[in-house]
């Protein structure tokens, strides 16, 4: 779980981001003041990663999960969400849903292919403005 904390809003090139005394965001990717979103992007030997915390106040349900599915279906690349539940294809509601994670779950997106880095962009654009 994401912990809570006095928050303040930062932006970066791609994305405006709420910034916790943690560290984590609310629906956004990972950063520290004046860091560039690119910075949080982490080549790992699977692909590029990017953490975040779900910051909807009803965690992940149908709804999200399905506009998080769509907009995953808009890439190329292949798109893993893991949680400490599981990993699933970022691309199946059904899938995003069977992971069951709820506000402030911290979630970590996986992407491989030739429009990795701008699905991961997306996709965190997606979370940080998603509503309930």
Known sequence: MCLTGKTQKITSGEAAVLRRHDQHTSSGPMAREGEEMEETIEETPRGLSLKLCLGLRNGLHARP????AQEAQRYASTIQLISDTG???A????DILSLAQPANAELT?????QDAREALYG???LLNTMQD
């Open 91 to 94: 691309k199946s509601m059904l």
């Open 87 to 89: 990993e699933v294809d």
């Open 65 to 68: 999960a399905a506009r998080l």
């Open 109 to 113: 997106l996986l992407a491989q292919g």
């Open 123 to 125: 996709l965190a654009r």
